[in-house]
């Protein structure tokens, strides 16, 4: 991640708008951010954070804390930064929760808390990503970034305070911090994934089980031996039941058998009997057949001479249709001759109108000479009211021109009045300066007592409790040794006990020797009795306390140092402050606000005197030019008097050449207009009656045409009605006696073809029924009709017999597969349960180690991110060694010495060369743990910056720290900056050590003032 622009508006002790580009610093610089206590230099970094995540990196800092009080009443407060990650770049605004003037009326109104996120493309176009919702914002800064707000505040800014945070942090936390640094959640998703699998085959056998069970109970035995006996003792009884099922089947066939001959032979009665009635109707409708069969001979002559009778419908149908079209063309034809004889009258008419068209085209060409003359005319009327226009113009400027002299001559001469009177209010300055020099340095000095005396009453509260503490850890090792010295004579009287009961008479002892036992142990029977590990225990416990007190004891010589030292302090400012160290530091800083209000106002008047002799310069070279102006303003006055002459004589000569009625141009036109108009519509109008004149003569010609062609098609159709008829009257003579019995007679084809087919189905019907019925006499011949009523009596028996026999079968045959079935199912159950215990003994026992349940309590993620803090522990040992001056080494905690409650794998420890011993981190001075603190993150930048597709930490900021540092471990510092610097990184550090500054030449200097700090960077 790399800063690019930071802006800053009414936030924090920034007044107005302060904008900081880190990339003016270069590419990877490295940069101090100086400025005196309290102007602003950690509000930078407030920026930074609370423009990414909302919030500052003082987490106790609320939003209402983050508005300037010197900011003016209108400006908004809010922050904006710009950043690049890889090859995107991203620019954030947030505004704060805040109160803001009403936009109506009065009174305040509140503002609530926005932000808007964008992504500013390569062409320079911005691509919205969040409108307006915080929440929308913080999730998505989030996703680009890959940290939360707190790690980071951990791994990529050091706040002031709080730069032991990431040292010092839980195994969890830092867990947490490293797993989103090296994309390690794969790990923990095997860990999940592992833990899952296990978990659902153990369900899948426990189910097994559960199916087993239930199986059983479904035919009610307790195990598979008395399922195996169960289904045995059915098979003997299937086998009775399928013998006696066999002998009432045969019965059954034998009478379904007889049944079916004597239904075949009844069947066939029945049916003779039908087809003899079917016969004997058939033959009572003979008459009707014969009607038939005379009908359709009738039809079949009608249709024979058909097409001679539809000729002559035809024929006269035509005639019918010619004639009606032969009076139409008769009619059409007298209004064609109308209509020409009208058509000729308007031509005759129009003619003589034509005849006046070439006396208008002489009057057209006498306007159109108007128009040239009238042309001039308008030009030099607008020429004329332009001269007038520029000639008063003119008189107007010389006027205003010699009014603005006499004032700029007034303006001059107060300019000079005023220059005197600011010339001698400068003459104290100087002084003013001396004085707020010595103001601001009693001023600070007293303010850094009031903190020193603060800080005192602090340390003195500190370093009580921690002498309390000491006491309280003391006694509790003391109280710790006394137990474990009671537990341990405890143990060893037992043991005495123990050896004394195996003790004989005359028998030497196997500690003394003696032969002789007066006075042997024995155990006591009123207390606990003590083992070896309840010793171990103790001893254990007492070491701890003992640790415990020594740290603690530790403490309270740091805090009694902190608080001597604040001592010696408060002294050293008292004797430089003298007399005035009594004083109220309000009365130092209202001395030093009247100082700085008087060299303010020093300030003013000498720049307000500056722009005083430059106004004055420039009135003075105004009022040369001006009167330059008003010269050259009285000649182009004379010049545009002879011009308004020249253009009222030309108008005059061309007034004279025009008629009073064509003197503007809308009259000239509209007469003009008018005369075409008469013209155009002369020249329409005469070839309008031409074409309808030649239009109706070739109309009559047509129509006289189509009348003598429609009288020849209806000669024509008469010969051929008159040949048809007679064709017709001649065949109707032959076949019919009159018209009438024709049209009765003459049949449609279809009911023709249905008649023969009627006719043609009775007498094939009439045969089959005479054939069937000497087939079935020929059968039936010396048979007698079954009594069909016994014959089934007889055949349910049988079938009531088979029933039982096949149900009691049945019932044995479904019970016997059922219990076939359960034991067949329960041999597949076991072979499957058989494969997931197989499978259960690899994935469970991976899971359990990837969970961390094995002899050591790692998990499989936390051991992958111990390999990789071992990397990072390495490369910042080797800048903490040479910080330390080869005294430390970052280390990681033995996960086999820790206890077996605790997670372990990611602690951290110091290794002390000097002592040879590895202690926790904790134990750490304020500059040793600073030192440490600063290489664990610079080589978790590092380390982080060489893994492809890790979270990129291109930048980070250190506030504060290196005042703990002697001067040797500050250049050692230094150098591990500078060597982090050059493989691409971007760092800046707030601090105000002197030699800081002086070995940095790229800084962001904060100056704070009584109207609001402000920034500015020096390269």
Partial sequence: MKLNTLELQAFGPFAGQQIIRFDDLGDNPLFLIDGPTGAGKSSILHGICYALYGETTDTERKEQGLRCDFAAADDLTYVTLTFSIKDKTYRISRVPTQMRPAKRGHGETEEKASAHLLEVLADGTEKTLVAKKKKDADERVREIVGLSAEQFRQVMVLPQGKFRELLLAKSDDRQAILSTLFETGLYKQIES????????????????????????????????????????????????????????????????????????????????????????????????????????????????????????????????????????????????????????????????????????????????????????????????????????????????????????????????????????????????????????????????????????????????????????????????????????????????????????????????????????????????????DDVDIARAEQTERLQAYHHSDKHYQDALRLQQTCEQQIQLLIGQLGEDASLELDHFKQQLAALETQWQQAEKDEQALLVLRQTLIRDEQNLSVLNDAISQQATTLSQALAESAVAKQALESLENKLPDEYRTLAALNSALAQLQGHIKSLDSDYQLAQASDTKSQQALSAMGARLEEANTQLSQLTLQTQSATIAWEQALKAGFASQAEFEAALLEREQLKALRQTVADYEDLVKQLATQIKMLDAGLEGKAQPDLENITVVVEQAKTAFKRADDYWLGITTELARLQGIEAKIAEIKTRQKNIREKYEVVGALAKAASGQGNVRV???????????????????????????????????????????????????????????????????????????????????EVVQQRSGGIQLDTLFIDEGFGSLDQESLQLAINALIDLQSTGRAIGIISHVSELKEQMALRIDVVGSREGSSVRIVT
């Fill in 193 to 532: 994934l592992l833990k899952d699998k296990a978990g659902n085959i153990e369900k899948e056998n426990r189910a097994f089980e559960l199916r087993i069970e239930e199986a059983l109970a479904d035919v009610h035995v307790d195990s598979l031996e008395a399922l195996v006996e169960k289904r045995q003792a059915e098979e003997a009884q299937l086998a009775l039941a399928a013998e006696q099922k066999q002998q009432c089947d045969e019965r059954l066939q034998g009478e379904l058998q007889k049944a079916r001959d004597a239904k075949a032979v009844m069947a066939q009665f029945e049916q003779r009997q039908s087809l003899k009635a079917q016969l004997d109707a058939k033959q009572a409708a003979v008459d009707n057949i014969n009607a038939l069969r005379q009908t359709i001979v009738k039809g079949e002559s009608a249709h024979a001479i058909a097409h001679l009778w539809r000729d002559v419908q035809i024929g006269q149908a035509k005639l019918v249709e010619q004639r009606d079209n032969i009076a139409q063309l008769n009619t059409q034809l007298v209004t064609a001759k109308q209509q020409a004889e009208q058509s000729a009258a308007a031509l005759a008419e129009v003619t003589t109108r034509y005849k006046t068209r070439d006396t208008l085209i002489t009057e057209e060409q006498r306007l159109k000479g108007y128009q040239t003359d009238l042309s001039d005319f308008e030009q030099a009327k607008v020429r004329l009211l332009q001269v007038t226009k520029n000639e008063q113009l003119i008189m107007r400027e010389v006027a205003q021109k010699k009014t603005d002299y006499q004032a700029l001559i007034e303006q001059v001469r107060g300019h000079k009045d005023a220059i005197e009177q600011r010339q001698q209010g400068l003459q104290d300055k100087a002084n003013i300066v001396q004085s707020i020099h010595a103001a601001k340095s009693l001023f600070e000095q007293r303010k850094t007592l009031g903190e020193q005396q603060t800080l005192r009453q602090r340390l003195e509260t500190k370093t009580a409790e921690a002498e309390r503490q000491r006491d309280v850890a003391k006694a509790a090792f003391q109280a710790a040794e006394q137990h474990a010295d009671q537990l341990e004579m405890r143990w060893f009287s037992n043991q005495a006990a123990i050896l004394a009961a195996k003790l004989e008479q005359d028998l030497p002892c196997p500690v003394c020797g003696s032969v002789e036992h007066p006075a042997p142990a024995t155990l006591t029977t009123n207390e606990a009795v003590s083992t070896k």
């Fill in 859 to 941: 998990s499989l993620e936390r051991f992958v991110l111990g390999t990789l803090l071992d990397t990072v522990l390495g490369v910042a040992s080797q800048r903490l060694h040479l910080m330390s001056k080869g005294q430390y080494r970052l280390v990681r905690q033995n996960e086999q010495s820790q206890k077996r409650n605790v997670t372990a794998g990611l602690d951290l420890a110091i290794d002390d060369a000097f002592t040879g011993k590895v202690r926790p981190v904790a134990t750490l001075s304020g500059g040793e743990s600073f030192m440490a603190s600063l290489s664990l993150a610079l080589a978790l930048s």
